[in-house]
């Protein structure tokens, strides 16, 4: 089974407008950490948001946000007020407490932002 | 502020060479980790180390080989590299593998883009 599954391989959004970017996980061990990061056209590979398991609340930074919900095992980030600089593959990760440090990466979301 | 270096940006090569990718961070972090990604795969775990002497395999270790003797090199080696390993190679450090979000952070390189033909 996927631990970490993007059902969204296309996105688009208009300028200002918000968007969410799906994400469900899979896991057993009640430790973990999800993680968001942004892949521009140009390749590096940018740290977004975390959210740890035991969080109570959503994680923001900025127009970052991730929508926790813990029983339903989803992550979804929320890019509010789109700017054309969002467009890029956005990818959901997991790190599991006793897997040894492994991270499970989704395939990715392409978000296209539309002027 | 160097962060982690990945080198080369770019390598061709052919089927059977060795191929060692290099990757440097300066933060001092005890975790440091490879992966390569392809299209349709997003990103996949190759190797990882812990600290310094210590690694691991991830979801495709094979065909390759990593080696950490100093905390802040972390050298992805091809023995005999194959087609099926074109791809992009990352390599990455964090801090810590618990405690809070900051120590959790993996922070990657630019990547270096394999083509062995």
């Known amino acids: 089974a996927q631990k970490i599954t993007q059902t969204q391989p296309g996105m688009f959004v208009q300028e200002k407008e918000a968007v969410t970017l799906d994400c469900t996980y899979d896991?057993?061990?009640?430790?973990?950490?999800l993680f968001w990061y942004k892949q521009p056209s140009s390749g590096e590979m940018i740290f977004l948001i975390y959210?740890?398991?035991?969080?109570?609340q959503n994680a923001t930074e900025g127009r970052y946000s991730l929508n926790f919900q813990k029983a339903r095992k989803s992550a979804n980030l929320v890019i509010s007020a789109s700017q054309l600089g969002d467009s890029a593959m956005y990818f959901c990760a997991m790190r599991e407490n006793w897997s040894g440090n492994q991270f499970y990466f989704g395939t990715g979301t392409s978000l296209t932002v539309i002027p | 502020d160097a962060g982690i270096t990945q080198s080369p940006r770019y390598k061709i090569t052919e089927t059977g060479r060795q191929v060692t990718l290099m990757c440097h961070q300066t933060?001092?972090?005890?975790?440091m980790f490879w992966y390569r990604q392809d299209l349709g795969h997003g990103l996949r775990l190759i190797y990882y180390?812990?600290?310094?002497?210590?690694?691991d395999k991830g979801e495709v270790p094979d065909g390759y080989v990593v080696s950490r003797s100093k905390t802040e090199n972390f050298p992805l080696t091809l023995e005999s590299a194959t087609r099926s390993q074109t791809s992009v190679y990352f390599c990455a450090s964090s801090e810590s593998r618990s405690g809070g979000k900051a120590k959790n952070i993996q922070y990657f390189g630019a990547g270096t883009r394999l083509s062995v033909l």
């Open positions: 180390s812990a600290a310094a002497d210590i690694t």
């Open positions: 896991t057993s061990d009640p430790s973990y950490g």
């Open positions: 933060w001092s972090h005890s975790y």
């Open positions: 959210q740890g398991s035991y969080d109570q």
